[in-house]
């Protein structure tokens, strides 16, 4: 089963926007600087659905719409058990390595950083997760979207191994 989703599928409902960083960058020519901005934008529906993507224009608006559209193109369905990821998961992109771990109804979103807003957007209401190694947002949106990408439904596992669902989650 693919994980990623189609906006068309679901565009009739309501995707939840976020800025989770804003970058000012310069490329040097010949006759001096451009400068640009680079958005890291996530898109949500908060029930399961989330995308993130960068947008780079020479206006700050145009590259946080431009992020948004990307995003919308990146969605991917998140499994989730009640309220939080449904086992531990770690991922890694580039120096940035993100830990995700399922935790107890109440506890809310132990997340810092580029963590928390996906989070938010996918519709868990509780989690623990450690950002290791690089402190680079870009990075760890990166990696925090893998691991996300690395979830397995228990069902499916169930399924698979040829055995019930209650053996798969005790």
């Known amino acids: 089963m693919s994980k990623r989703v189609r906006f068309e599928e679901l565009e009739s409902e309501e995707f939840e926007e976020r800025v989770i960083h804003i970058d000012r960058v310069r490329k040097t020519v010949k006759?001096?600087?451009?400068?640009?901005?680079?958005?890291?934008?996530?898109?949500?529906?908060?029930?399961?659905?989330?995308?993130?993507?960068?947008?780079?224009?020479?206006?700050?608006?145009?590259?946080?719409?431009?992020?948004?559209?990307?995003?919308?193109?990146?969605?991917?369905?998140?499994?989730?058990?009640?309220?939080?990821?449904?086992?531990?998961?770690?991922?890694?992109?580039?120096g940035a390595v993100v830990l995700l771990r399922p935790a107890s109804r109440g506890t809310g979103i132990i997340a810092g950083g580029a963590v928390r807003p996906l989070a938010e957007l996918t519709g868990i209401r509780d989690l623990l997760s450690k950002c290791l190694g690089s402190s680079s947002i870009l990075n760890n949106a990166a990696a925090t979207?893998?691991?996300?990408?690395?979830?397995?439904?228990?069902?499916?596992?169930?399924?698979?191994?040829?055995k019930e669902l209650a053996e798969i989650m005790s």
């Open 145 to 162: 979207y893998e691991a996300l990408c690395a979830l397995r439904d228990p069902a499916e596992v169930a399924e698979l191994r040829g």
């Open 31 to 94: 006759g001096g600087q451009l400068i640009s901005f680079r958005a890291l934008v996530a898109v949500g529906n908060g029930r399961g659905v989330v995308g993130f993507a960068i947008g780079k224009a020479r206006g700050t608006p145009d590259a946080i719409r431009k992020g948004v559209e990307r995003a919308k193109r990146n969605l991917i369905r998140v499994p989730m058990h009640d309220t939080t990821v449904p086992h531990e998961v770690t991922a890694k992109v580039g």
